[in-house]
């Protein structure tokens, strides 16, 4: 037995055209994160042996999931620079969706008219 097909809302494609269109005028999209952060070697005679404020770097790195491992690689300044943004686009396209969803959920949902 075939069930009628969902009601779209007339507004849903109103609701989440903007949604599409924030997604559509992003252009590099990652997951994980960056940090740009200084360390020491580990030799006790190098300067970086005296704390913090001697330690080598900067280091710009990306730590993302890669096969269910945590992977750190190094990344130059550059691509830290287009990373973070990478990133941020892909938490707001994340923030995006979770709305998108909710809105479609709302449609599914929606009780009948006549019920």
């Known amino acids: 037995m ?10 849903i494609e109103a609701r989440t055209q903007e949604l599409r269109e924030a997604i559509a005028r992003m252009d590099f999209v990652v997951s994980g994160m960056v940090s740009k952060r200084t360390k020491p070697c580990g030799k006790p005679n190098c300067r970086c042996a005296k704390g913090p404020e001697a330690y080598h ?9 890669q096969d269910g ?3 750190h690689k190094t990344v130059t300044p ?6 973070e943004r990478a990133v941020a686009n892909h938490r707001e396209i994340l923030r995006l969706l979770s709305i998108w969803e909710q809105e ?6 929606e009780k009948p008219e006549n019920t």
């Open 2 to 11: 075939s069930r009628p097909p969902v009601k779209k809302s007339p507004s």
């Open 78 to 83: 550059e691509q830290f620079e287009v990373m």
């Open 104 to 109: 479609t959920i709302g449609v599914i949902m």
């Open 69 to 71: 491992h945590l992977v």
């Open 57 to 65: 770097g900067p280091y710009y790195e990306w730590h993302h999931y």
